[in-house]
């Protein structure tokens, strides 16, 4: 009869122990995070990340995003800082200067690296880089 206690109470435990195991799992896995498409309703609407008040300042957005080619003039990108070459470029106008940077040209794509970036915030950019 001990025997038979024994094995009860090891397989109770092995079951309680497993209960525990798998919620520690769950816990490890669980997601850290929703992607919450616009017109349905997110469950993690609540949790959402507090929107900034304004636009980037243009030496965040280039430092970010744009130093990397436009510091170093990387595949023909204008330096930053080089006043020849944004006034030729500005000379277009500010608005064809900005449309480029929105839409690409040459090697660089749309909006640069910086997918998320405005139209104001893009424009503070040029705005940083051709003083």
Do not use: Q
Not at 54 to 62: A, F
């Amino acid at each position: 009869m001990t025997s038979m206690m024994v094995l009860a109470l090891s397989a109770l435990f092995s079951v309680a122990n497993a209960n525990t195991a798998d919620a520690k799992i769950a816990e490890r896995i669980a997601p850290v995070g929703a992607v919450c498409i616009e017109g349905t309703e997110c469950a993690a609407a609540g949790k959402a990340a507090a929107v900034a008040s304004g636009p980037r300042s243009g030496s965040d957005v280039y430092g970010t995003y744009c130093a990397a080619c436009h510091g170093t003039g990387a595949m023909g990108a204008p330096k930053s800082g080089d006043s020849a070459v944004w006034k030729s470029r500005l000379a277009k106008g500010f608005d064809k200067t900005l449309a480029n940077a929105l839409n690409g040209i040459n090697m660089m794509p749309p909006k640069g690296t910086c997918g998320d970036c405005s139209e104001a915030e893009l424009g503070n950019a040029i705005k940083h880089m051709s003083k």
